[in-house]
């Protein structure tokens, strides 16, 4: 009998690995159970069936007549271009071949779904779900370029700043008329909505001020990064809502396009409405790919205030920069600023802590156009024509991506971990009393950032379990998750050990890297609120797939599959942030 091999050093192994853990120790994949083999041994001849998201599987369940929106990832990427004709043979149909995770997106009958699942070389089917926009909320402008120290890099006419690399916004789009703000700065712009293909521009606002905080120039509302250009690339439609496969095919478009654009800093205020592992979510697969290519990616940790269970990609995953928001109270001292009340904050199934850094992210004033969306439904916010006044971190995080900007203009050779590093190894204390994990590192400093000539590599820990598979740099799952799992307290020490800075740093390296996580990998952890049901993937150790209908109940499978994909769950978002 050939023996059963598994492609070592990858995601794939990690989940194959869990898929036959859940199935030997739950009983829950009948087709392990093959007469004949010896206990616990797989027959060659037998693959192992695709790893189904539960909430896909429930879906189907209910309604075998709808027509559901799912990713298809293959085994290796050979076995990625049969995926196709997978999908056809179950009367299906392929909206976008994914390459970046061996991938594609696909509307499939729900009949068809167990059909697709034992489909040779299928090794997970996810829900291809909402992604929303992370910011909204009124209020006063603050002094966040300041605050933050970013106004020292600008430069000036007797001395210039360097020129900046190309930052990619990923979001609704970017209004590219407004001449003050961008000039001829937006060198491109690509609309890869499937929910609203034909759209031009930025129709709903989001992207605009979020572009206008990474490298608006006007004189009264300057951001980050005032001299970059800016690629838009649009996922979202008029109420700021992607599909998951939306934003993995802009990740692919940056990958392919970063060297002819310049693009070295990307850009995602938006959050999935699905939780999972990181070593299982496909968004958060594909942009790990831009960061292990030399791209610096920058993602809000969301609106849903803290401490919570940080599983929604792309801000649960722990190789890229997640932000988080902080409130100035206008001044210039960042010992009293505090963090935003609905910024998110807490540890992953998978036990990593999120954010890594708070930026300013209230009361944050930015251009948006004045028929926007946001516009009409902000309109006490308007703080001069074509300018509004919000909060949230989705304003956070493009202060930090135009940091990003800026570090690279003075350290071009730098890594993106060590742009990283160099971030929070500089980062400010925040107010006293702030709770544990809720600030990251602390709150930005842009120009102490940029005067690091050595900065430490806060993804030292992890970085170890990185091999080269198939031509790509991807984590090696299994060989981390047996790493964390035999020694929880221990195996974060290379990034627990570096010199975080200050006091407050060196006590959050500890928090995020020391001997909590032998507390806190898949159990109860006291700063994160509690969870009824784990990620889909992520319970190496615990009930792989457990009670998902406790968990998030009958309103996850509306929003996931009702027919209202718009307005309810956004309207509630936009309320949770706060006035």
Not at 200 to 207: Q, S, T
Not at 306 to 327: H, L, Q, T
Not at 339 to 366: C, E, H, K, N, Q
């Amino acid at each position: 009998m050939r023996a059963r091999t598994l492609r070592l050093g990858s995601r794939q192994t990690a989940k194959r690995y869990r898929s036959i853990l859940a199935a030997a120790l739950f009983t829950l994949v009948a087709a392990f159970a093959v007469g004949g083999a010896g206990a616990g041994v797989l027959p060659a001849a037998v693959p192992a069936p695709a790893v189904v998201d539960p909430v896909v599987s429930a879906a189907a369940a209910a309604d075998p007549t709808r027509t559901l929106h799912v990713l298809v990832q293959a085994r290796d990427p050979q076995a990625a271009g049969r995926l196709v004709a997978a999908v056809v043979a179950v009367g299906g149909t392929v909206r976008w071949s994914l390459s970046i995770v061996d991938g594609v997106a696909a509307d499939i009958p729900a009949a068809a779904l167990q059909t697709l699942a034992a489909s040779d070389g299928v090794e997970t089917i996810s829900l291809d779900g909402r992604v929303i926009g992370s910011g909204f909320a009124p209020a006063d402008p603050n002094l966040w370029q300041s605050v933050v120290g970013v106004d020292r890099l600008w430069g000036n006419d007797g001395q210039p700043a360097p020129p900046t690399p190309t930052i990619a916004i990923i979001d609704s789009g970017v209004d590219q008329t407004r001449a003050e703000d961008f000039g001829g700065r937006v060198i491109t712009q690509v609309n890869l909505s499937s929910r609203d293909p034909n759209a031009a521009g930025d129709d709903f606002g989001h992207g605009t001020m979020v572009a206008g905080l990474a490298a608006g120039a006007s004189s009264a509302y300057p951001g980050a990064a005032p001299s970059a250009s800016i690629v838009s690339i649009r996922t979202a439609d008029a109420h700021d809502e992607s599909l998951v496969s939306d934003v993995v095919a802009a990740a692919q478009w940056v990958l392919d396009n970063r060297v002819a654009y310049g693009i070295r800093v990307v850009n995602l205020s938006l959050l999935s409405g699905n939780p999972s592992s990181f070593i299982d979510d496909p968004l958060d697969q594909a942009l790990e790919q831009l960061w292990f290519n030399g791209i610096v990616v920058v993602a809000a940790a969301g609106n849903i205030g803290g401490p919570v269970r940080m599983d929604y990609a792309p801000a649960s995953d722990p190789f890229i920069i997640v932000v988080g928001a902080a409130e100035t109270h206008a001044t210039l001292d960042t010992t009293d600023d505090t963090v935003a009340s609905f910024s998110a904050y807490g540890r992953g199934w998978d036990g990593f802590t999120r954010p890594d850094l708070v930026a300013p992210g209230r009361y944050m004033i930015a251009p948006s156009p004045a028929t926007g969306a946001l516009t009409a439904e902000y309109p006490s916010n308007v703080a001069a024509p074509g300018y509004l006044r919000l909060s949230g971190t989705s304003f956070a995080a493009p202060v930090v991506a135009g940091t990003a900007a800026q570090l690279l203009a003075r350290h071009p050779l730098w890594t993106p971990d060590q742009v990283k590093g160099a971030l929070m190894e500089t980062a400010q204390q925040v107010a006293p009393g702030t709770p544990q994990g809720a600030a990251g590192a602390g709150e930005l400093d842009a120009a102490a950032a940029a005067a690091v000539d050595d900065p430490i590599n806060p993804n030292a820990a992890i970085n170890a379990y990185l091999v080269r598979d198939a031509g790509r740099t991807v984590l090696d799952g299994e060989a981390w998750s047996h790493a964390v799992q035999q020694s929880p307290g221990t195996w974060g020490a290379p990034a627990a050990a570096q010199a975080w800075g200050s006091a407050w740093g060196s006590a959050w390296g500890s928090y995020a890297w020391g001997s909590a996580w032998e507390t806190a990998m898949w159990k109860n952890d006291a700063n994160v609120a509690s969870a009824s049901g784990a990620a889909w993937g992520s319970a190496w150790g615990s009930a792989w797939g457990s009670a998902w209908g406790s968990a998030w109940g009958s309103a996850w499978g509306s929003f996931a599959w009702g027919s209202a994909w718009g307005s309810a769950w956004g309207s509630a978002w936009g309320s949770t942030t706060g006035g």
